[in-house]
C-alpha cells in the first residue's frame, strides 16, 4: 500500500489491485492506530474515512473498496473469505455497519449493533461470472469516520465430493 501519509494511517482511491470504485476513499491503519491490531499481518482496511485535516467530505465518509476479478467460470461456486471487526470506541451501535456485493448484487450485510466485538471471519458463497465480476465491500454505518474494519480477504473456488460416486 506505499507510504502511509499521516504515520500509521492514510487515505487511498486505490492500491494495487483495489480501488475504492470512484466513491469515497478508504482508509488504511497500520499498528493498531485504530484501536485495533491486524487480523493478520500488520495493516487493515477501514471502510469510514475522512481527509487528513479531519474534515467530512462533501460525499460522505463511507468507503468502498473492491476489486475486479478475472477468470470465474459461470455457474461455478466461490467462497469469499474475509473478517471483519466492528471499529473500537466508535460510540454509535451502527457505525461499523457494511455490506458485501458481488457483481453489483448485494451477497451479505453487518448490523454492527448486532455484532461481537473484536475480529470474526466470515464466509460467504457466491456464484461465478464468467466475465468479470467485481467484489466489493461498502461501510453502511453512520458517517462518522469511524466503521467496519476488513483484513484478509481471499476468494477461493469450491469443489463438491460426492461421495456417492467415489471408488472404495
Same mark, same amino acid.
Given at each position: 500500500?506505499?507510504?502511509?501519509?499521516?504515520?500509521?494511517?492514510?487515505?487511498?482511491?486505490?492500491?494495487? *489491485?483495489? %480501488?475504492?470504485?470512484?466513491?469515497?476513499?478508504?482508509? =488504511? &491503519? !497500520?499498528?493498531?492506530? #485504530?484501536?485495533? /491490531?491486524?487480523?493478520?499481518?500488520?495493516?487493515?482496511?477501514?471502510?469510514?474515512?475522512?481527509?487528513?485535516? *479531519?474534515? %467530512?467530505?462533501?460525499?460522505?465518509?463511507?468507503?468502498? =473498496? &473492491? !476489486?475486479?476479478?478475472? #477468470?470465474?467460470? /459461470?455457474?461455478?461456486?466461490?467462497?469469499?473469505?474475509?473478517?471483519?471487526?466492528?471499529?473500537?470506541?466508535? *460510540?454509535?451501535?451502527?457505525?461499523?455497519?457494511?455490506?458485501?456485493?458481488?457483481?453489483?448484487?448485494?451477497?451479505?450485510?453487518?448490523?454492527?449493533?448486532?455484532?461481537?466485538?473484536?475480529?470474526?471471519?466470515?464466509?460467504?458463497?457466491?456464484? *461465478?461470472?464468467?466475465?468479470?465480476?467485481?467484489?466489493?465491500?461498502?461501510?453502511?454505518?453512520?458517517?462518522?469516520?469511524?466503521?467496519?474494519?476488513?483484513?484478509?480477504?481471499?476468494?477461493?473456488?469450491?469443489?463438491?465430493?460426492?461421495?456417492?460416486?467415489?471408488?472404495?
Amino acid at each position: 500500500h506505499g507510504p502511509l501519509s499521516q504515520g500509521n494511517w492514510g487515505t487511498f482511491s486505490s492500491i494495487p *489491485g483495489w %480501488t475504492d470504485g470512484g466513491r469515497i476513499d478508504f482508509e =488504511i &491503519q !497500520q499498528n493498531g492506530v #485504530g484501536g485495533r /491490531a491486524a487480523q493478520d499481518g500488520n495493516a487493515l482496511v477501514e471502510l469510514d474515512a475522512h481527509d487528513f485535516n *479531519g474534515n %467530512t467530505p462533501p460525499n460522505g465518509t463511507n468507503a468502498t =473498496i &473492491q !476489486q475486479e476479478v478475472h #477468470g470465474t467460470e /459461470a455457474g461455478e461456486i466461490y467462497e469469499i473469505t474475509f473478517w471483519y471487526a466492528p471499529r473500537p470506541n466508535d *460510540g454509535n451501535s451502527d457505525s461499523s455497519s457494511m455490506k458485501v456485493s458481488w457483481n453489483g448484487v448485494e451477497v451479505y450485510s453487518i448490523n454492527s449493533a448486532e455484532a461481537m466485538d473484536g475480529w470474526q471471519k466470515i464466509a460467504i458463497s457466491v456464484y *461465478g461470472a464468467g466475465a468479470p465480476a467485481v467484489l466489493a465491500f461498502t461501510g453502511t454505518g453512520q458517517e462518522n469516520s469511524l466503521g467496519a474494519l476488513i483484513d484478509n480477504v481471499s476468494l477461493c473456488r469450491c469443489y463438491i465430493v460426492d461421495e456417492d460416486d467415489i471408488d472404495t
